[in-house]
């Protein structure tokens, strides 16, 4: 089972990025997928989650500016971020629960700067 994220970088407040997922060793179309962020000095922080008829939730901090989405063809997940702020900067972990427990990614820093 692996997840690998990519697409993470320096952006400028109000810039966009868009953060892909690579899912491998798993039947990705059966699973909820889900984004968290670690902060600086913070715990880890909920963003998003998509099940698997693509019922989309976000937490409140992000509602508007960030799209989460999958192509279970291609075992993606994504997660477009719009109109960033420097709130936003964390590491970005896509996430699920398997049968055997919770598996996340190493995780793609995310840095906005002001």
């Known amino acids: 089972v692996q997840l690998v994220e990519s697409g993470g970088g320096l952006v400028q407040v109000g810039e966009s990025l868009r953060l892909s997922c690579a899912a491998s060793g798993f039947t990705f179309s059966s699973y909820e997928m889900r984004w968290v962020r670690q902060a600086p000095g913070k715990g880890l922080e909920w963003v998003s989650k998509?099940?698997?008829?693509?019922?989309?939730l976000y937490a409140d901090s992000v509602k508007g500016r960030f799209t989460i989405s999958r192509d279970n063809a291609k075992k993606k997940l994504y997660l477009q971020m719009n109109s960033l702020k420097t709130e936003d900067t964390a590491v970005y972990y896509c996430?699920?629960?398997?049968?055997?427990?919770?598996?996340r990614g190493q995780g793609t820093q995310v840095t906005v700067s002001s």
């Open positions: 998509i099940n698997i008829y693509g019922r989309t």
């Open positions: 996430a699920t629960v398997l049968d055997v427990g919770a598996v």
